[in-house]
């Protein structure tokens, strides 16, 4: 399907959404790797029996492709229908809180199998990531349906700020990684922070004595059936998909911080390159660095 002629007096300033008209071939290149990406996750999750990666990261680039469709089609019309418009921004703002879900997932499960003894964080960042993202699921509701959209760009806004301050900021990246870090530390050289029975959650305790055994017997055929290479290998794809997200984050909230008629949201080489860009490589990471033959054992 072709694009349609211009309205008269088009005036891509005013009478597209975007304030320009997003590039064909740039929306097509991020929608064929999110969806190239998307079914990698898919395979990998089924091959790798990590299906619940199938509601995290294959779900974050199933939002991204149809964010990036939207786009395409905003492409062909000149961002002058707002449906479209609307898709985009909120599929692009909410999915990648699913691939942050990954990785707070995928620690918890290393924490518990290894021994939470070893571990200061005891409790991922989920439920603060959940009110993250209903924040921006209602700010994205209220800007497709109401006539001034600045009131739902500023909810999604709050939900992107929590989100930035708590998980995304650099005092919060350095201290996930550094933590993450003690952990792969403590856990290699045998120095736990505290005994294995007072690591363990108030649920956790109730279970029997023999499960902390069967657990600890667990670690120490992981430790002898796979090296210490490939979980520091899992970690650099966790620095590497965080960084990524960040510099995503810094992106959106200063994108956002005017509503949407602000001098950034109206540039797309910034949106390509700082949104569509860093959220490809946070979720290939994933894929090349996949936790189902990196750390098969982690379920």
Avoid at 90 to 117: C, D, E, H, K, W
Wanted: charged share 10%; hydrophobic share 45%; aromatic share 12%.
């Amino acid at each position: 399907m072709g694009p349609s002629a211009p309205p008269p007096n088009y005036n891509v300033q005013t009478d597209s959404a975007y304030h320009y008209i997003p590039t064909k071939s740039v929306c097509i290149i991020f929608l064929v790797m999110f969806l190239l990406s998307g079914l990698i996750h898919a395979f990998q999750a089924f091959y790798f029996r990590k299906h619940w990666l199938l509601a995290t990261a294959f779900l974050a680039c199933v939002g991204e492709t149809i964010g990036w469709a939207a786009r395409y089609r905003s492409s062909l019309n000149y961002g002058t229908e707002s449906t479209p418009f609307l898709i985009q921004i909120s599929t692009t703002i909410i999915s990648p809180t699913f691939l942050l879900a990954v990785y707070f997932t995928l620690f918890g499960r290393i924490i518990f199998n290894l021994g939470p003894q070893y571990s200061r964080e005891q409790c991922p960042n989920s439920q603060r990531d959940i009110l993250c993202l209903v924040l921006q699921a209602l700010g994205g509701g209220m800007a497709s349906g109401a006539t001034d959209p600045s009131q739902g760009a500023h909810l999604m806004l709050g939900g992107i700020v929590v989100q930035l301050v708590t998980n995304t900021s650099p005092v919060a990246l350095i201290t996930f990684n550094v933590l993450g870090a003690e952990f792969l530390w403590r856990c290699y050289n045998e120095k736990p922070l505290r005994d294995a029975t007072s690591a363990t959650s108030p649920e956790a305790s109730s279970r029997s004595n023999a499960s902390l055994q069967s657990s600890n017997v667990e670690k120490e055929e992981v430790n002898l059936s796979y090296s210490y290479g490939r979980l520091k290998a899992v970690i650099i794809g966790v620095v590497i998909s965080n960084i990524c997200l960040m510099i995503r984050g810094i992106y959106r909230t200063a994108e956002l911080s005017d509503g949407f008629n602000g001098r950034i949201i109206s540039t797309e080489v910034y949106f390509n390159l700082f949104d569509g860009a860093m959220v490809v490589l946070a979720t290939f990471s994933l894929n090349i660095l996949h936790p189902g033959y990196l750390l098969p054992w982690a379920i």
